[in-house]
């Protein structure tokens, strides 16, 4: 920590990053989670980012149902998760998860002693699970994956890994590989279930009203086609504004919505749109001008997955440059002809599932403009694209309910019912 103190202070000064809930990531427990937790009986869930949360979503609404006797808190690491996590779920039910040292944990583990602690996808914290283990919680790793990028990493330190992992009492991974991954590290294959992919079983968000707003305006104006950019990050802007440029020599009044992943880059997007002269507005500026021919820039969180539904197009960023890649799920749940470069390895699975059934175009720097100009220019082509991405998401579904099944496995619903100790057939 001492050794990475300038990167923090970095990011905290330059970026804003981890400012927000600063006094709860260092173990002060906001009064606001304290209010009803009379009864003690408490599920703490752990989502990252914004994907994270989206992920989990469905599943902690059928926890609450589910565990009815059960307050279900979330906690998240990123303002943007933490905003949208917020929006979902209250702000009462929602705060920001503490820094991996005992006397950030300490104080959350005793104030919620939660029975059953639920990690999204790889949260493995070492003080944490030791903690959390130690204070009686079982403890679920759910939608768990480990990507291509993340996988040399994880066999580097396996041997850290194996102590952790013992404190893990369920993984629920995404795929066999996951799994076999998993157990290659560490994970006791007794403790390993394949239950799917979480992301294709979220719901389809409840469109904001700018969403009615911007459609009544395109349809008023005559403009279109439409194509959202979605999660893009660094040097990605550039390529996709130029063949926005190439597009409008054929579709004058084409409209590019535009969402870069991080908040602190949005004004850095505004001046790059601004300096080549492409018309523009910022999300959080627009009073319903017409967009014909220009660029809307999302500079506001949350709004991106409704937003796909007004796409002809939409790519998927973080994909033309070595980053990983973003979901193509959201897009893909409207019928949207999806295209999405070909760094994706972070969602290897699941490009891969949509390939083979030829539900995806993946395309690098030089074939992007030109497979944008084609699905533009074939209405046919483009809503079968679209139609066999929708109906790729709903051959997968399911993961929910199996995710749900595994962890009724860890919890007491009646008090009363005689089960074995949490971590009885734990050994160190």
Request: proline share 6%; aromatic share 8%; net charge neutral.
């Amino acid at each position: 920590m001492l050794l990475s103190l300038p990167y923090w202070l970095y990011q905290i000064l330059r970026h804003g990053k981890y400012r927000s809930g600063f006094a709860e990531r260092m173990g002060n427990v906001p009064a606001r989670l304290l209010a009803g937790s009379d009864t003690g009986r408490v599920i703490w869930v752990h989502a990252v980012s914004v994907g994270e949360v989206l992920a989990v979503s469905k599943l902690v609404d059928e926890m609450r149902r589910g565990f009815p006797k059960h307050r279900v808190l979330m906690s998240t690491t990123t303002d943007t998760g933490q905003a949208l996590a917020r929006k979902r779920f209250g702000e009462e039910s929602v705060f920001y998860f503490p820094m991996d040292f005992a006397f950030a944990i300490g104080p959350y583990l005793q104030a919620l002693r939660p029975e059953l602690v639920v990690l999204a996808e790889t949260e493995f914290w070492p003080n944490f699970l030791r903690l959390a283990h130690a204070a009686g919680a079982r403890i679920a790793v759910v939608n768990a994956r480990i990507s291509d990028r993340s996988w040399p990493r994880y066999q580097r330190f396996r041997w850290a890994l194996r102590r952790m992992l013992v404190h893990v009492d369920l993984f629920l991974a995404q795929t066999s590989e996951d799994s076999a991954r998993l157990q290659s590290i560490g994970a006791d294959a007794g403790r390993v279930q394949v239950t799917g992919n979480l992301k294709f079983d979220v719901s389809l968000p409840f469109p904001p009203p700018v969403v009615e707003s911007l459609r009544r305006s395109l349809t008023g104006a005559g403009a279109g086609p439409v194509l959202v950019c979605g999660s893009t990050v660094e040097d990605e802007e550039p390529p996709l504004l130029k063949a926005f440029e190439n597009l409008r020599v054929a579709h004058p009044r084409a409209v590019m919505i535009l969402a870069p992943r991080h908040p602190e880059r949005f004004d850095d997007v505004a001046i790059l749109v601004r300096q080549l002269g492409i018309p523009s507005f910022r999300r959080s500026q627009w009073q319903g001008e017409a967009l014909a021919g220009g660029v809307l820039l999302v500079d506001t969180i949350g709004e991106l997955a409704a937003l796909y539904a007004l796409a002809d197009v939409a790519f998927v960023g973080g994909s033309l440059v070595p980053r990983g890649g973003h979901n193509i799920i959201e897009p893909a749940q409207y019928g949207v002809a999806v295209v999405t470069g070909n760094h994706t390895e972070n969602f290897r699975d699941i490009v891969a599932l949509f390939q083979s059934r030829d539900a995806v175009r993946i395309v690098g720097l030089a074939e992007l403009p030109l497979t944008l100009m084609q699905l533009l220019a074939d209405d046919a082509e483009r809503r079968a694209l679209g139609q066999r991405a929708l109906e790729t998401i709903r051959s997968q579904m399911g993961a929910t309910s199996r995710t749900l099944e595994g962890l009724k496995t860890l919890v007491v619903v009646d008090r009363d019912t005689p089960v074995v100790p949490a971590h009885a057939a734990h050994t160190d």
